[in-house]
């Protein structure tokens, strides 16, 4: 059964995600993360790269689990998680840019893009260009597979550089 948590309000603005769920810091290389109502175990999303830092054309993220529930460890998903819910479809629009979509949701459009100081991910956030940081999922784990009722993102506007939100249900 998942566990309840008391939404969070800032700027009148109203977010599922709990306060006390653990950020990523910036020395963890990674380009955005997703966080869940079930725990605060995290699916993180950083560059696939070679060893000479060159960005893998086919499979530019690299995902696997941050495990804050247990000793905070690195563990990859296994082949359903990638399959059918975390992973992704990535298309090459050119040596410094990718579009790519999730598996279990193909409607939000995200673009992985080499920014000034490294690669980011863009999609739009109230119709404006952001930079992503990180997702919100709220699933409802009642039936037999988890369902989404919502999910939030959370990330920066390109323009004014300031924080920017957006909350869409399934």
């Excluded at 060159?54 to 460890?73: A, C, S, V």
Aim: proline share 2%.
């Amino acid at each position: 059964m998942a566990k309840k948590y008391n939404q969070v309000k800032f700027n009148n603005t109203t977010f599922a995600l709990p306060q006390n769920y653990p950020s990523l810091e910036a020395k963890e290389n990674y380009v955005f993360y997703i966080q869940r109502n079930l725990d605060q175990n995290t699916v993180v999303y950083s560059l696939n790269t070679n060893v000479h830092g060159d960005i893998n054309m086919h499979k530019p993220l690299r995902i696997y689990w941050k495990r804050f529930e247990e000793q905070g460890q690195i563990q990859e998903l296994n082949v359903l998680q990638t399959n059918l819910a975390y992973g992704y479809d990535a298309q090459i629009i050119n040596s410094d840019a990718f579009s790519f979509q999730f598996k279990a949701y193909n409607k939000l459009n995200l673009f992985l893009v080499r920014e000034d100081d490294g690669f980011k991910v863009v999609c739009k956030i109230q119709g404006k260009d952001a930079i992503l940081n990180k997702i919100y999922v709220d699933l409802d784990f009642s039936g037999i597979f988890p369902l989404g009722r919502f999910y939030e993102l959370y990330g920066k506007d390109k323009e004014t550089e300031k924080f920017i939100y957006e909350k869409t249900y399934f």
